[in-house]
């Protein structure tokens, strides 16, 4: 168990919820579909669900089909579960190799009412009275290839995506370019008209004349 101190308080990871590492992710999920709190110990949010969230994962002890579990987030061997991850806490729920974000609520009754819907058997080669017709045709279909002609294919795929983010970032330092260029020509644009217009003499007498005392009349004396 790790402790952390903050300022006059311990906060412990919760005792009761499974926490997967990267060591132990695909061992711990194989087979179930997965409910996943991503947090860290210091986040406000993330202790008021702790509770709720031990509780919902005590519900799940040992079940063969669902898991509940959580990744701490600032443990620097746990980057890779966490890359996708823009803020705490961040849930997500399904397959464990394709996930999904959970945009519910936070209370336990939230929890449980989506986990009981949602969570359940994967379709998957030992699974397979859980797939529909055209998963297990293709759990088929890939059962009677190789390894190496998996991982072929595989690794085939995993370049075109990487030409499509590579692209993807091409265009916008494009764009970040064109950014940088518009704002250069906004700002010399701006400097240029208050300079040559006079405008924060203009503000500078406008204030003055603000802060001139009201006229006197002779009723006054």
Known sequence: MKLYLTAFLFTFTSAAVP?????????????????????????????????????????????????IAEVDCTIDSNAELCNSVKGYPTVKYGDPNDLSDYDG????????????????????PTSLDDCDEAQKELIVKFDKMTAEDLESAMAEIDNKISLVEDEFEDEIDKLQAKYDELET?????????????????????????????????????
């Open 19 to 67: 926490s997967l590492t990267p060591e132990t992710y695909d061992e711990m999920t194989a087979g179930k579909s997965v409910f996943i709190k991503f947090f860290a110990p210091w986040c406000g949010h993330c202790k008021s669900m702790a509770g709720d969230w031990e509780k919902l994962s005590d519900e799940y002890s040992g079940n063969d089909s669902a898991l």
């Open 105 to 124: 609520g936070r209370t336990y009754d939230a929890l449980s009412v989506f986990a009981k819907e949602n969570l359940g058997p994967v379709c998957g």
């Open 185 to 221: 020509q906004v700002e010399a644009t701006k400097a240029s008209l208050m300079s040559e217009s006079g405008y924060n003499f203009m503000k500078k007498v406008l204030d003055a004349k603000d802060n001139e005392p009201e006229p006197t009349t002779g009723d006054e004396l």
